[in-house]
């Protein structure tokens, strides 16, 4: 088993980003909603901040804990204002999934709004959400570019990761299969693909059963065990199986912030 890190995907991207964004001339501003303080959503938050600063765009942290707080900043000045909104899961309970609808679908750098995750399944469009297409991009580097034919299992139908994972590979070629935990016979349709999806959000859960050589295994899944951060699969039980697998931390996940500034500058008409 070999460990595929994504720092220099994340290198080439960054250098992208910025001469992108030294093509667009006026200030840019994201609003990042924290609806739940001291969790991951907030340690993602200030990463996000922190690669704001070295694109030049002016990104700022909203905190809410209720519906009525978020559909108040929403309506605020500062936000209509803004570029770009990010409302960061995991919302308060009371947030009903029409509020986030409220996002609008030109400011959506996360694809939430339903106009845009429709067009998406359409293929009309080339925003996604940013975990999902940090998947794409992944394959499409391990494979230098070369996804054509190749069988997709994805595990997991969340409609952040899975489910959008479906268009994105389909556009380019790929033969996708999705499972989920009500799926039959998990390990055996894990081996029939080329590339696995991991994203359950269970620690630890695939083990050797689920794979062969020569496959391609995304690890999705960010889970805390104990004092560490782990991912959805066991890699210490990979050793005698020939295959590649993105590790966690330093996967997906340093990928996906790297995203929003892309999709914050699709949406400004400043596509990568
Ligand atoms: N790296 C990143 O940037 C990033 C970003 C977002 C999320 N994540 C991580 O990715 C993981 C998944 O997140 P999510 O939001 O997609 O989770 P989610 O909404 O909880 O969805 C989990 C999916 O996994 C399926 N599942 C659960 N147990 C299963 C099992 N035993 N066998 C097969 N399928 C099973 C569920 O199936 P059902 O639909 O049948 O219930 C569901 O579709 C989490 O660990 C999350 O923290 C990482």
């Given at each position: ?7 220099s995907l994340?290198?080439?991207l960054?250098?992208k980003i ?6 667009y001339?006026?200030e840019?501003?994201?609003?990042i ?5 001291g969790?991951?959503a907030?340690y993602?938050a ?5 690669k ?5 765009i002016?990104?700022k942290?909203f905190?809410y804990?209720?519906s009525?707080?978020f559909l108040t900043?929403?309506?605020s000045?500062?936000?209509?204002l803004s570029?770009g909104?990010?409302?960061?899961a995991?919302y308060p309970n ?23 995750f429709g067009k998406l399944?359409?293929?009309?469009s080339?925003?996604a959400?940013?975990?999902a297409?940090?998947?794409l991009?992944?394959a499409?580097k391990?494979?230098?570019?070369k996804?054509?034919g ?15 994972l479906?268009p994105?590979?389909l556009?380019?070629?790929?033969t996708?299969?999705?499972?989920h935990s ?11 693909a080329?590339?696995?999806v991991?994203a359950?959000g269970?620690?630890?859960?695939f083990g050797?059963?689920?794979?062969r050589?020569?496959q391609?295994i ?6 805390k065990?104990?004092?560490k951060?782990?991912?959805d699969v ?7 199986i020939?295959c ?13 912030s790297?995203?929003i500034?892309?999709?914050l ?6 596509g990568l």
């Amino acid at each position: 088993m070999k460990i595929y890190k994504t720092k220099s995907l994340g290198k080439i991207l960054r250098e992208k980003i910025i001469q992108k964004r030294l093509q667009y001339e006026n200030e840019i501003k994201l609003a990042i909603f924290l609806g739940e303080k001291g969790g991951d959503a907030e340690y993602y938050a200030e990463s996000l901040i922190k690669k704001a600063v070295q694109f030049h765009i002016k990104a700022k942290i909203f905190n809410y804990t209720n519906s009525s707080q978020f559909l108040t900043l929403l309506d605020s000045d500062e936000i209509k204002l803004s570029d770009g909104i990010l409302a960061l899961a995991p919302y308060p309970n009371d947030l009903k999934s029409e509020y986030l609808q409220k996002i609008p679908a030109e400011k959506d750098v996360d694809c939430i709004n339903t106009n845009n995750f429709g067009k998406l399944f359409a293929g009309s469009s080339l925003l996604a959400p940013a975990t999902a297409e940090s998947v794409l991009v992944i394959a499409k580097k391990y494979f230098e570019g070369k996804l054509e034919g190749k069988n997709i299992v994805i595990v997991g139908r969340s409609v952040r990761v899975g489910k959008p994972l479906v268009p994105l590979f389909l556009s380019e070629n790929c033969t996708v299969t999705i499972c989920h935990s009500r799926t039959l016979e998990l390990s055996q349709i894990t081996k029939t693909a080329d590339i696995v999806v991991c994203a359950i959000g269970k620690a630890d859960f695939f083990g050797p059963s689920y794979f062969r050589d020569d496959q391609f295994i995304i690890d999705v899944g960010i889970n805390k065990l104990g004092n560490k951060i782990v991912g959805d699969v066991n890699t210490d039980l990979l050793e005698d199986i020939d295959c590649s697998i993105t590790p966690v931390p330093g996967g997906v996940g340093t990928i996906t912030s790297y995203i929003i500034y892309k999709n914050l500058l699709y949406l400004l008409g400043q596509g990568l």
